[in-house]
């Protein structure tokens, strides 16, 4: 039986596409979530109408960006095999049942054409309690912060190893030394910027373009 | 002519933006590093026809470096005072990076009283400056005394109140008895001496309709003040906060996330520190007609499950006071 990624594994997705490989591995992770069992049992029209059918992955791809938009938990789907259609409960998505391997690429499509709508502030009632809704079974937080680029950001070196950054706002980070090679060049003291990705809590999660500020 | 008027929730920290009836928009405070601000700015390019800083601490003006790198030729105009010494490292690497940016054609101006940072053909809309003065701003014994204030007037009378960090006599001094439709903090909820009865006494002078609380859930200064809060909600002001603090749910507080998705709803990118309550709040300004966003209904229906929030606790005072 597949297993499909946890709550846990699926924060673990790539947050940076920048960093070499990380794409990889992320379209490794996708392509289990699509050829496992769960999606072509029912291509094949192996549920029944009683048994309660899950799409098989808590991930859903968002197209050309290299990232992945995660579930809160895996969705509910409503076979019917009279008419031959697929439908995803709460997110109002319905497709041909032989056609169901394509399910999360077309909710990551309906997320982003909600998305774009609460963007340009277009969103209807209707949309908006729909989008409301999706919202609840995604994990938009980590999205968000996916999405965003680095920001620009100075510093100064309090000490090198470990390596501990001091920041613009006097906020004082030990930074993993995983990050020190960018650092190379700078002594203790000396004042730097940097564009920095910022996850949760302001979490450095990488850096580059780090340059010395005279 | 409509102004679209966004109180964006960057943790503790204030930042708001103007959408002026051009299409520019108009910056109040950019909040600290890591402001969602920024990777809106970033995904869409608008056209900002200045951005203001009421003062120089890092939870008002900390994403104005990363702001001015984005988009430098997009910026027109820069407003920010000197609130400490000029060797302070908080004002030098400000005023270094804007200098930079001026030889490269940004206008850099002084934050002063008599200031229209934005005014209408007409002249019966406009951005001005109340506060500080160029002698209030020299002598001003702390940052904070000398936090700029900023009011969006229409038809004649203030709208919108940016009180940065000042204290309510002060906003009281420099608006009138003003009225505001919306008032932003003072000071994150917590305004200096908030329960001295000069205080109050401006307070109900100044009589604010809505009071938006740009505050912070991991704040360390115990913002709101609960007194604050219960003064404006008795006197019939709704209050709304950015973020939930641990005075209303501790645990719900230290869970992280949103009460409700007020962000995404509103086509915001979320912040990257605490729990959101209200989150960001839309109104958009047409004439002499305010519209709040649709979001506040189902903010209720959140904060009531929440079972303590500070803002109903006390509303519920002031109904059965009218009862």
Known sequence: MFISPTSDQAREQPSYSDVPGIEAVAIQRMEQSFTNEGIHNLANGAGSIEEINYLDTTNLPMDGSGLVLALKHKLELDINFISGNTTVKRWNVTTRTIDAWDLPRLLARKFLQLQSKAANSSLSAEEMSQYNTILEEVDWNQYAIDCARPHYVEGTVVQKSPLRIRWADDTSQDLPWTMAKEFFLLESGDKFSAHVKLGRDNTVLAVRHVNLIA | MSFEITLWDVGQGDCSTIRLPNGEYVIIDTGAIGSPVVDWIDRFRPMIHAIVLTHNDSDHAGSLASILDLCPER???VYMLRDRDSNDPKFANLFRLACEREKKGLRLLRLEVGAYIWRSGTGDTELYVR????????????PNNTSGIITLSAGGRIRFIWAGDCSVPRVRRCCGAAQPDVLIGPHHGGPRRAQDLSSIRALQELSPKNVYISVGTGNGHGHPYPAYIKQL??????VRCSQLTPQCCEKRSAAGGAIFPSHMLLGLPPPR??????GPTRYVLDGDALATDQLDSLHQEKITQLGNAMCLNFRRLRTDKSA
């Open chain 2, 131 to 142: 506060h500080p003065s160029m002698s209030g701003n020299e002598n001003a014994s702390t």
């Open chain 2, 273 to 278: 520190r605490g729990t959101s309550c209200r």
């Open chain 2, 233 to 238: 909600e008795i006197s019939g002001c709704d």
């Open chain 2, 75 to 77: 910026i027109r105009t």
